[in-house]
């Protein structure tokens, strides 16, 4: 179920004219980017080396859905700059053009199974290319003038599962010690102390928050919620780690947008924020819900559960994540507008209404993987 907008967005931007989010051709950097540009006046920098999970679909869609709007008063609101942070050179370069009052940075590595078959890659992506963002960030922060400077922030979004594995009880707050256990999370950690370390060090305004498991529209399909879909419509094995008693946290990806927006404007400099959407599942329960799903909304191949087979289970797999929300919640006033069985069946509605999209990601996957 959805409730009234947490906040009015042009008041909450304030005097921001110029953002600069990386990653914004992803799954939740789109979903910030057609935010920003529909509810907002701002001028959108959206910093992506499209490499083959990038996808700028829905943001063409919702271009050609504003019209006259999506044109501002010194040109398009929406500029692509395809670049890659790992090339520090052209990160400076970006930074310079987007000339940003806010940096939101997404742009990473973030599938778990890459991570143990190829961790250069995330080495490079998460740490070295947030390096790169970091100082070029410094330099157009430090040159700002006196009237910019004190309202400028780089937020950066990193995940929970910097802070390992859970038992049975309890949940990640800001305090968790990070123990990641990956090499995504692992560098994701790595990329969070150097964002600390650029605020303490150099003084740069940055705000950090790390989200829970993310779902929603336009996710690309090598996920798990995406995968258990696709793979029950074309009739093929849907394939469950281990035992499937992994827990993990899901958020609504607009809830998380609401998170970020509120973390990017009133968060404290320097501090932390954890988003979590009360939304806990056993990887099974959540399986065997989605399937219960699409046998009440796509009755043929019913029943999809009976297509559920345990695989090895990943290497190092983490137990169990859980987020407790509450700072985020008592200083900034943010809530989960979506519960994870509404959210779950709008997922899966939008799946079924979007198939040619998701054949064309698909593809994309395979020709990713070489095959």
């Known amino acids: 179920m959805t409730s009234a907008p947490l906040f009015d967005l042009p008041e909450l931007l304030g005097d921001c004219r110029r953002v600069l989010v990386t990653g914004g051709a992803g799954f939740i950097g789109g979903a910030v980017v057609r935010r920003l540009l529909t509810g907002s006046s701002v001028t959108v920098f959206n910093l992506d080396k499209l490499g083959y999970a990038g996808d700028l679909t829905s943001i063409e869609a919702v271009l050609?859905?504003?019209?006259?709007?999506?044109?501002?008063?010194?040109?398009?609101?929406?500029?692509?700059?395809?670049?890659?942070?790992?090339?520090?050179?052209?990160?400076?370069?970006?930074?310079?053009?987007?000339?940003?009052?806010?940096?939101?940075?997404?742009?990473?590595?973030?599938?778990v199974d890459r991570s143990i078959e190829g961790p250069g890659a995330f080495v490079s992506s998460n740490v070295v290319g947030t390096f790169h963002l970091l100082e070029a960030a410094r330099r157009h922060w430090e040159g700002l003038s006196a009237s910019r400077r004190p309202h400028f922030r780089l937020h950066h979004i990193s995940t929970d599962e910097v802070f390992g594995s859970l038992r049975a009880t309890g949940r990640f707050s800001e305090t968790t010690p990070y123990d990641p256990r990956s090499p995504y999370s692992a560098s994701k950690a790595g990329s969070d102390h150097l964002?600390?370390?650029?605020?303490?060090?150099?003084?740069?305004?940055?705000?950090?928050?790390n989200c829970s498991n993310n779902y929603g529209p336009w996710q690309f399909p090598e996920k798990l919620i995406p995968v258990v879909i696709l793979r029950a419509l074309a009739g093929e094995p849907i394939p469950l780690y281990g035992d499937g008693a992994n827990v993990r946290d899901w958020l609504y990806v607009e809830d998380h947008v609401d998170a970020l927006l509120l973390a990017a404007t009133r968060g404290q400099a320097g501090r932390s924020y954890c988003v979590g959407g009360y939304g806990e599942r056993a990887n099974r329960e959540l399986v065997e819900r989605l399937c219960d799903l699409l046998d009440r909304l796509q009755p043929e191949g019913a029943p999809h559960a009976r297509l559920i087979t345990r695989v090895t289970d990943r290497l190092?797999?983490?137990?169990r994540y859980a987020i407790d929300p509450a700072r985020i919640e008592a200083e900034l006033g943010w809530r989960p507008r979506h519960d994870l069985e509404s959210g779950l069946e709008a997922t899966v509605r939008w799946y079924l209404a979007h198939r040619p999209w998701c054949e064309r990601m698909q593809q994309r996957l395979q020709a990713g993987r070489g095959g």
Request: hydrophobic share 40%; proline share 6%.
């Open 316 to 319: 190092g797999h983490d137990r």
């Open 64 to 111: 050609a859905d504003l019209g006259a709007a999506a044109e501002g008063p010194e040109g398009p609101r929406h500029r692509l700059l395809q670049v890659d942070l790992s090339d520090g050179a052209a990160t400076e370069a970006a930074v310079r053009q987007a000339d940003p009052d806010l940096i939101l940075h997404l742009a990473a590595e973030s599938h």
């Open 195 to 209: 964002v600390n370390a650029w605020h303490h060090t150099y003084g740069l305004p940055v705000v950090l928050t």
